[in-house]
């Protein structure tokens, strides 16, 4: 009986899928290499307001908690359009992070959307123009498709921290932003709005600012966003991160990522001579590097599996012994909407960054928010600004959810697993994506920021498997064969359906059909 079952949710995902594949591969090659959908309030973004310049004595109109990516970059673009920003920050020193470090050409979009594509000038970022997959031996190249962009627009690799101070000195050379060192302990509230923040200084003393609009963008570990939002975060790896010196990548300016046993490992440049190793260990626990686990792992277990030019530096990396760690996060964006108060960046939204997604969603916010607040003179009626915000959350989804989306079911698929139809599923991924033309271009777009649909992302999921249970079809299908593969299109459903229940369905895919999808800017 659950054979039956089985086969017969096979034919019917069978035989409906090739009617929406052939819908959203007819999209794909018209649009794979098109600028992002952006929504018609987006297209002809009304001019920065002219305020009248303030000193830094008087209320600020935005308050923003923390200076990260997200955080320096919103100032920075809030300041440019006049309005006074106070940003707060627990410590303003150069960050030493491993993660946050691949912006996808779709983010390097949005800097340039923002004005803020010099920041990456004078911190050794490297170009990057796509992908290098491994699995057992073989490779195949996944190109960024840019074909219809400047020579100038492709990913971009660098040290987060630097990228963190560059966009920071912008942020604070405008008049209109005070950057203040600081720790924000809770949020101001009175009658339910968000009036503002108590924090502590550097020198440790109490203080309480307050503002019409506050923005929280602390990052994966925000103390804050339990206020504002409903986290469900999710822990599934590790990455373990090593730098590599002096070490040449098998394809100069790309990415690589090796399909190995447990989970995926990541290379990419970070410098003129310098390239990131992240290895992803599944669980929440890793080696002790105190007692010489995580060296003896690393060598044995990782350095086996790696592209043989990467082996030297890499083994003289783990001699050296600067070995970090940090957990991969991911919660689907819950808001609640709180008058007075947002929330941006990883404080809101996260994905498993195998994909390198975060800044791309991080970035694309901001120019969402900042066309969103771009018409209102002012921001002091809380209530009347919070029903009109509501339309950032749903604006925001049919790219935020896209990058989410791929990012977790790519990792599911990625990572080493027993089960004959998981390993089917794997190696038909591998070969789907070396087929080349709308087969690679079509998800490498999607990956990228370049085409973020979510249709494309389904319907490209699906073929995936389709195309797994063709292989095992052909050319002689055997029970066992039928059986793997409707087990295979059974694990894929089971991988993406629970990340978009989510995400939302209806946001994801009918965002036109939400009310606040309409919302018109008040007249403040």
């Not at 760690?325 to 819950?334: D, F, H, I, K």
């Not at 709308?438 to 990956?447: D, H, K, N, Q, T």
């Not at 319907?459 to 050319?475: E, K, S, T």
């Not at 593969?485 to 359906?497: C, D, E, N, S």
Request: overall charge positive.
């Amino acid at each position: 009986m659950e054979l039956l079952s089985a086969a017969l949710f096979g034919l019917l995902l069978a035989s409906i899928l090739p009617l929406i594949f052939f819908f959203a591969f007819r999209d794909g090659i018209n649009n794979s290499s098109a600028p992002n959908p952006i929504h018609p309030k987006s297209i002809n973004s009304p001019a920065p307001l002219q305020i009248p310049p303030h000193s830094n004595d008087d209320n600020p109109d935005v308050i923003v908690v923390g200076a990260g990516v997200a955080g320096a970059a919103l100032a920075f673009t809030l300041a440019k359009d006049g309005r006074r920003v106070h940003v707060i920050e627990r410590d303003l020193t150069e960050p030493d992070r491993i993660v946050g470090e691949l912006l996808q050409p779709g983010g390097y979009l949005k800097l340039i959307e923002l004005g803020l594509e010099d920041s990456l000038n004078g911190i050794e970022a490297q170009q990057v123009f796509g992908y290098a997959l491994y699995k057992n031996g073989r490779h195949t190249r996944l190109a960024y498709p840019l074909e219809k962009y400047d020579s100038s627009v492709s990913g971009r690799s660098f040290h987060n921290g630097r990228f963190i101070q560059r966009l920071r000195e912008k942020a604070a050379a405008f008049s209109n932003v005070r950057m203040e060192q600081g720790t924000v302990t809770s949020i101001v509230e009175e009658d339910g709005i968000v009036k503002g923040v108590q924090y502590k200084t550097k020198n440790g003393k109490e203080l309480t600012a307050y503002a019409p609009l506050t923005i929280v963008c602390d990052g994966g570990f925000s103390n804050l966003r339990r206020k504002l939002c409903k986290p469900q975060i999710d822990i599934p790896s590790c990455f373990v991160g090593l730098v590599l010196e002096n070490c040449k990548l098998p394809l100069e300016n790309h990415g690589h990522v090796v399909l190995a046993d447990p989970s995926p490992i990541l290379l990419y440049p970070i410098s003129n001579t310098e390239v990131r190793c992240l290895v992803d260990i599944p669980g929440q626990k890793v080696p002790s590097v105190a007692n010489g686990e995580m060296a003896h792992y690393l060598k044995t277990a990782v350095a086996p599996q790696l592209p043989p030019e990467v082996y030297p530096s890499f083994i003289a990396a783990i001699d050296k012994g600067n070995i970090k760690s940090t957990t991969n996060r991911s919660m689907p964006a819950a808001p609640q909407s709180t008058p007075g108060a947002l929330l941006l960046g990883d404080a809101f939204n996260m994905r498993h960054p195998l994909t390198g997604g975060g800044m791309t969603v991080a970035l694309s916010d901001i120019v969402l928010l900042r066309d969103l607040l771009r018409p209102l003179s002012n921001l002091n009626d809380a209530d009347v600004l919070s029903n009109y915000l509501e339309s950032f959350y749903t604006l925001r989804k049919p790219v935020a959810s896209t990058i989410n989306t791929l990012a977790g079911a790519l990792y599911r698929v990625f990572s080493a697993s027993p089960d004959p139809a998981r390993k089917e599923m794997r190696e038909a991924c591998f070969d789907y994506l070396s087929l080349g033309g709308v087969f690679s271009s079509g998800p490498v777009a999607l990956l990228s920021g370049l085409n973020p649909r979510p249709l494309s992302l389904f319907c490209h999921f699906f073929a995936v498997a389709i195309y797994g249970v063709g292989r095992l079809l052909i050319p002689f299908p055997s029970p066992k064969r039928i059986w793997i593969g409707v087990r295979l299109i059974t694990v894929a459903a089971g991988i993406i359906f629970p990340i978009i229940k989510a995400e939302g369905v209806r946001q994801m895919f009918f965002p036109a059909t939400v009310p606040a999808y309409y919302r018109t800017p008040p007249m403040l």
